[in-house]
Structures are given as C-alpha cells and as structure tokens.
C-alpha cells in the first residue's frame, strides 16, 4: 500500500514539475511575436527604434498560456501573488508558480514519507514545499524593489539635467529609460510608452507607483503632479528629492549595520537545532533515532518547530526599523 502511495506521488510530482517547466518556456516563447509587434508600434506612433520586450516591462503582453494560466490568472488577479510575480521581474507566470509549488509540495511528502514514514513529517514537508517558490519570489521581489531604490537617486538627478538642458519631461523620462539598467530603466521605459500611446501622466505615474511600491516613488510622484499644477521649478524639485532618497538609504544602511548583531542572532538560533540534530544524528543514530521514533520525541520536535518560528519572527519583529 506504500508502495503504491509512492509511485503516485512520484507521478504527481513529476508532472507538476513538467507542466510548471513548460509554462516557464511558454511564457519566453513569444518573444518574437512580441518584437513585432512592438516595432509595428513604434512605427505607427513615430517613437524611433523598436524598443525590444523583456519579460513585465512590455506594454503590450502576449499570453502563450492556455487555459489552465488562464485559469490561474482569473483565480489570483489582484491577490498578493500576482503583485509579488510582476514586481520581482521574474519571467515565471501564475500558473507556472503554483505548479512549481505543488512538485514541491509532493516532493517534500514523499521524501518524509521514505525516510521519517509518519503522517505529520508528511504534512509538515507539504506545507512547507508549497511555501518555497512564493518565498523565493518574495525575496527576489525585495530584492529588486531595493536595488530599484538604491539606483533612484541617479535617475531623478539624470531627469533633473534633461529637464535643465530645455528637455521636456517625457523626453527625460525616457533618458532614464535608455541609460539606467534594470530595474529603473524598463519601469521608467514602460511609464514613457503608458504616456506615448495616450494614457495621462497622472495614471502613469500611479501605474508606475503601484508597480514599484516604495515610498520615493510616491514623493516623486506627487511632486510631479503637484509642479504641474502650481508651477515652479521641477529640476530644483527632483534635485532636492534626489538628496533626501540619498539620505535615507544612507540611513537605512546604517541601521542594518547597528542590527547585524540581532539578525546574526536570529540565523545562528535557527540554524543550531537543526545542526546539532544532523551531527548527532552522525555521532549517535541511535539515541536521536529515539527522538523520531517515539511519540513523545515527535510531539517535542513540532513544538521545536513552532517556538523556533517564533522566535525567529519575533527576534525579526524588534529590529525591523522602519526608515
């Protein structure tokens, strides 16, 4: 009976893991339909040279997907997913994501399930494989958003020059979008195309605002939006914006020199069970083989689990300083 439970999840997971590969091909695979379509475009509206598509930065998005990303897409739009997968650039679509989850998912079952063999170990390794790829796309997202933040600064000065030099501020918005690398210059380069092909500059300064939510990008916003109405001058605005984003990552960096202490802290708690576990596990099978085996040692490795989760989130918690 075993047997049997295995080889289905073996199945199982195989095919998840091959349909979520296939999706991450499919989603590439109009890559030249994309460039054609943008060069026709580009050529309707007078822009100049096609700009080539990559990944979220495209305006106009050809789905490869079928039914099922269709599916997937209808069930999570507008959910914390769907927002984490668009603004950590990664090319992975929605239902590629949740298929990857669930091979994950059975993999870490079966795994439980061939070495531990208990219901819980099984549960336990399911929740936690369906939590490794939203994770992952989580901190790539951070990631991004942080690098975007970093490299800000170098766009509002690049955009405060084009506007002093008689540039006009579409034409330095896509300034910043040819000279600046991701992620700054393809979010900049799709708000110049949101503008090109119609769209009102407050609705793309909004877009662009809800594609990379960080407070800078909101002063940006609003002072934009605010000179245009009242006037003044918005290369002395961005410059002074430009030094105050510069200040508070200056800041935020020394405050997570100040809590390094703390978040070491965290990682070597986390780490030390689990690394005692294996090395006796090595030293002496059979007295941690005790620990698995017996119900008592069961129930005393979930309860280490969660006070462990606690405490790391916890310890997370006191030395989050918001800047």
């Known amino acids: 009976m075993q047997l049997g439970v295995i080889v289905t999840l073996v199945f199982v997971a195989s095919t998840a893991a091959l349909m979520g590969i296939f999706f991450m091909i499919s989603r590439r695979s109009g890559s030249a339909a994309d460039k054609a379509m943008e060069k026709r475009l580009s050529e309707a509206t007078g822009i100049g040279a096609p700009v080539p598509l990559t990944g979220e930065a495209s305006l106009v998005r050809m789905e490869a997907a079928g039914q099922l990303e269709q599916a997937a897409r209808q069930a999570f739009r507008g959910s914390a997913l769907e927002r984490w997968i668009e603004q950590s650039g990664t090319n992975i679509s929605?239902?590629?994501?949740?298929?990857?989850?669930?091979?994950?998912?059975i993999l870490g079952a079966l795994l439980a399930a061939m070495f531990i063999r208990t219901t819980w170990a099984m549960a336990i390794a399911f929740a936690v494989g369906l939590t490794i790829m939203p994770l992952y796309v989580r901190q790539k997202r951070s990631a991004r958003l942080y690098k975007f933040e970093e490299y800000f600064p170098e766009a509002l000065d690049l955009l405060s020059r084009g506007i002093r030099a008689?540039?006009?501020?579409?034409?330095?918005?896509?300034?910043?979008?040819?000279?600046?690398?991701?992620?700054?210059?393809?979010?900049?380069?799709?708000?110049?195309?949101?503008?090109?092909?119609?769209?009102?500059?407050k609705e793309s300064l909004n877009n662009l605002c809800l594609r990379v939510p960080i407070l800078d990008v909101r002063f940006f916003s609003t002072a934009v939006l605010i000179q245009r109405e009242t006037g003044g001058n918005l290369s002395e605005i961005l410059d002074n914006l430009a030094a105050v984003v510069r200040e508070r990552f200056k800041i935020r960096r020394q405050v997570r020199v100040h809590t390094a202490h703390g978040r070491f802290t965290g990682y070597v708690l986390m780490a030390l069970p689990a690394f005692l576990a294996l090395a006796l596990s090595f030293i002496n099978p059979e007295h941690m083989n005790v620990?698995?085996?017996?119900?008592?040692?069961?129930?005393?490795?979930?309860?280490?689990?969660?006070?462990?989760?606690?405490?790391f989130f916890w310890i997370k918690q006191v030395i989050k300083i918001e800047v």
């Open 94 to 105: 929605v239902s590629g994501c949740l298929l990857i989850s669930l091979g994950l998912a």
């Open 166 to 201: 008689g540039h006009a501020f579409s034409a330095g918005m896509k300034m910043v979008a040819d000279e600046l690398s991701e992620p700054v210059g393809p979010e900049f380069r799709k708000a110049f195309d949101e503008q090109n092909f119609g769209l009102p500059l």
């Open 291 to 311: 620990l698995f085996e017996e119900k008592m040692g069961q129930m005393m490795i979930v309860a280490t689990i969660i006070m462990q989760a606690i405490g």
